[in-house]
C-alpha cells in the first residue's frame, strides 16, 4: 500500500539571498478571492478613505507570458477617489527588494500613482511610486518616482489596454540618501530574463535628499479617479524572481528494507498545486505512482515525505514534477534507490492485527524455491492455502480476506524446504 506523511515545519525564513541563503517570497497575491469582493477582506489594510470605496477583485484575471500568477484568481481594479490600502511583509533592511506584477491600464486621465513600497509598521513615508499618464502621442506612459509624489520620469509608447510586466526595484544601500528605485517594464513579445538585467527601463534613481526607508509594506492607490487600472499577480522578492515558483531546497531518498523513502522541502511556494512522484523501474519508462498537494502560496518553509511500499527487487530512480495552479510545470533533480536482496528467510506478523475482515502479510526470501502460504485453525486444521508457488528473492505481500470466518484466533505458516516460520492472527467481527 502506497502512503505519504505531509507535516509542516512552521518557520518563518526571513533571510536574503546576499546572505549566502535560499531566496524567498516574501509576499504573493493572485487575488483569488471572488469577483466583486473588496481586497480589505483578504489581507489588505485601507489607510486613506473610509474603506466604502475599497479596491475589488474583479475578473477575469490577467495573462502575461511566463509568469507564475497568469490564469490564478482575479485581478485588483483601481478606480474609485480616495481609497488607498496597504499589505505587509517582512522588512527588508539591506540589500535589494523586487516586486514584480502584471498591469493594464485602460484609462490614466491626468495622471497618478497606483503603487508604491511604504516601511513596516505602515507610515506615509512613501518610496518607489509607480504612475500612469498619457504621454505626448496620446500613449500610455509609465513613470516613477521616488518620494511622496513629484519629480517622477516617464517612458512612454505603451497602449492602453493592454497587459504588461513592471518589476519596481528598491535597493537598500548603506550610508545616507543612498538608496535607489528602479522600473523595469516588459510587454509580451519581450517577456523578462531569468537574471537582472545591467539597465532598467528607468532609474536608478537616488533619493536626492529624501529620507530613506526599509521597504515593508506594499501599497495600492486609486486616489485619482480618473485612472482605472488593474493590478495582479503580485510578487515581492530579495531576488529577481520570476522563473521559479517553488524553491525546492532538497530532494533525498533512503531505503527501509523494501520500501524507498522520499524526502523534500520547500522555502517558499507560488501557486503551487503539489508533486506529482514519478518512478522509473527495470522498463526504463517513467510512471506516475503518487500525487502529493502542495500549499499553494507560502512563505514558510515545508517538508514533505512520501514511501514507496512493497518493491521488488531492483534499481529505482525517482523524481519529482512540481505543477503550478495553472496547469505550468517543472521537474525536479533525480534521485537513484537500489532494494537489495533479502539475507533471509522472514515472515512478519500480518497487519492489521486484529483485523476485520482484510489484512497483509509479508514475508522476505533470500533465495529462489518453492514457497507456500498457508492459513490453519488453533487445531491446525488447513483453512485454504494463499500461496504455493515458486518465487526470486525479495520482498513479497500478500492480502488475506476472511470474510467467510467467524472471529477467532488463526495461524498462518510460511514454508520453504526446510525453513519454516508460523504466526498468529486474529479475527474480530
Known amino acids: 500500500m502506497k502512503k505519504y506523511t505531509h507535516f509542516i515545519l512552521a518557520v518563518f525564513c526571513a533571510l536574503i539571498f546576499s546572505n549566502n541563503t535560499v531566496s524567498q517570497i516574501l509576499l504573493a497575491d493572485n487575488f483569488e478571492y471572488p469577483d466583486g469582493e473588496v481586497l480589505s477582506n483578504h489581507g489588505w489594510i485601507v489607510h486613506v478613505g473610509a474603506g466604502s470605496n475599497a479596491p475589488k477583485a474583479v475578473a477575469p484575471g490577467l495573462v ?3 509568469h ?8 485588483a481594479q483601481l478606480n474609485n477617489d480616495g481609497e488607498q490600502l496597504h499589505r505587509l511583509f517582512n522588512s527588508v533592511t539591506t540589500g535589494p527588494v523586487y516586486t514584480s506584477f502584471m498591469v493594464a491600464v485602460n484609462s490614466a486621465g491626468g495622471g497618478g500613482y497606483f503603487l508604491h513600497y511604504a516601511p513596516n509598521p505602515h507610515s506615509s513615508d512613501y518610496r518607489g511610486a509607480v504612475f500612469a499618464n498619457d504621454d505626448a ?4 506612459a509609465f513613470g516613477l518616482g521616488f518620494g511622496n509624489g513629484g519629480g517622477e520620469v516617464y517612458a512612454g509608447g505603451y497602449n492602453f489596454g493592454e497587459t504588461y510586466l513592471l518589476i519596481l526595484k528598491y535597493e537598500n544601500i548603506a550610508g545616507a540618501d543612498n ?7 516588459y510587454d509580451a513579445s519581450t517577456p523578462p530574463p531569468n537574471t537582472e538585467p545591467a539597465v532598467a527601463t528607468l532609474g536608478p534613481f537616488p533619493a536626492g535628499g529624501v529620507s530613506e526607508i526599509n521597504p515593508g509594506a506594499i501599497n495600492l492607490s486609486q486616489y485619482h479617479s480618473s485612472m482605472d487600472v488593474f493590478v495582479d499577480g503580485i510578487i515581492i522578492s530579495p531576488t529577481w524572481l520570476l522563473a521559479v515558483p517553488v524553491e525546492l531546497t532538497s530532494f533525498t531518498e533512503s531505503v527501509n528494507g523494501n520500501s524507498t523513502i522520499l524526502n523534500w522541502a520547500t522555502a517558499s511556494e ?16 517513467w510512471e506516475k505512482i503518487a500525487f502529493v498537494e502542495g500549499y499553494g502560496t507560502t512563505t514558510e518553509v515545508h517538508n514533505y515525505s512520501y514511501i514507496d511500499d512493497n518493491l521488488t527487487v531492483g534499481k529505482y530512480s525517482y523524481r519529482l514534477k512540481q505543477i503550478d495552479l495553472n496547469g505550468s510545470f517543472e521537474y525536479s533533480d533525480v534521485v537513484n534507490a537500489e532494494i537489495t536482496k533479502p539475507l533471509n528467510f522472514k515472515l512478519f506478523q500480518n497487519h492489521p492485527n486484529p483485523f476485520n475482515p482484510s489484512t497483509s502479510i509479508n514475508f522476505q526470501i533470500q533465495e529462489t524455491g518453492l514457497v507456500s502460504l498457508i492459513v490453519y485453525d488453533i487445531l491446525g486444521n488447513k483453512i485454504t492455502t494463499l500461496l504455493s508457488e515458486k518465487k526470486e528473492p525479495g520482498y513479497y505481500t500478500v492480502n488475506y480476506d476472511a ?7 488463526y495461524i498462518y505458516q510460511l514454508r520453504m524446504g526446510s525453513l519454516v516460520e508460523t504466526k498468529k492472527l486474529i479475527l474480530i467481527k
Do not use: C, E, M, W
Not at 179 to 185: A, P, Q
Not at 270 to 285: E, Q, T, V
Not at 403 to 409: E, F, I
Open 64 to 66: 502575461f507570458p511566463s
Open 68 to 75: 507564475p500568477g497568469t490564469g490564478v484568481g482575479n485581478t
Open 137 to 140: 502621442q496620446s500613449q500610455l
Open 179 to 185: 538608496d535607489l528605485v528602479s522600473l523595469y517594464i
Open 270 to 285: 507560488l501557486n503551487n498545486s503539489g508533486f506529482d512522484i514519478l518512478r522509473k523501474a527495470h522498463n526504463g519508462k
Open 403 to 409: 470474510s467467510n470466518l467467524s472471529s477467532g484466533t
